[in-house]
């Protein structure tokens, strides 16, 4: 069956960075747009960055453009997301997402596949 897992979450300070993996199985991970979500206490899933079949396109948050990086490995099946100057309010647990759907996607429901989440904490 599909299998997304993210790792590299953990708690760290505002200014640091934080790399995220998410690694997928039971799929042919390159037929997959990937997107990433986050959640925190008390609010509602939100979209983080989006990227393509290929990681020829890429759609970011306005929260996150600047300081967060989407990537994938097609060959290694995993998606990346370097998080640069970290804040705060970036804290929440983060979550990987595939979708067949072509190009890039920013809505919960335009996804197929979750993974559990990872969760990223950062103090002040």
């Known amino acids: 069956q599909v299998q997304l897992v993210e790792s590299g979450g953990g708690l760290v300070q505002a200014g640091d960075s934080l790399r995220l993996s998410c690694a997928a199985s039971?799929?042919?991970?390159?037929?997959?747009?990937m997107g990433w979500f986050r959640q925190a206490p008390g609010k509602e899933r939100e979209f983080v960055v989006a990227i393509s079949r290929s990681g020829g396109m890429t759609d970011y948050a306005d929260s996150v453009k600047g300081r967060f990086t989407v990537s994938r490995d097609n060959a290694k099946n995993t998606m990346y997301l370097q998080m640069n100057s970290l804040k705060p309010e970036d804290t929440a647990v983060y979550y990987c997402?595939?979708?067949?759907?072509?190009?890039?996607?920013?809505?919960?429901?335009?996804?197929?596949?979750w993974g559990q989440g990872t969760q990223v904490t950062v103090s002040s």
């Open positions: 039971g799929l042919t991970f390159s037929l997959y747009g």
């Open positions: 997402a595939a979708s067949t759907l072509a190009g890039v996607r920013e809505q919960r429901r335009e996804y197929s596949y």
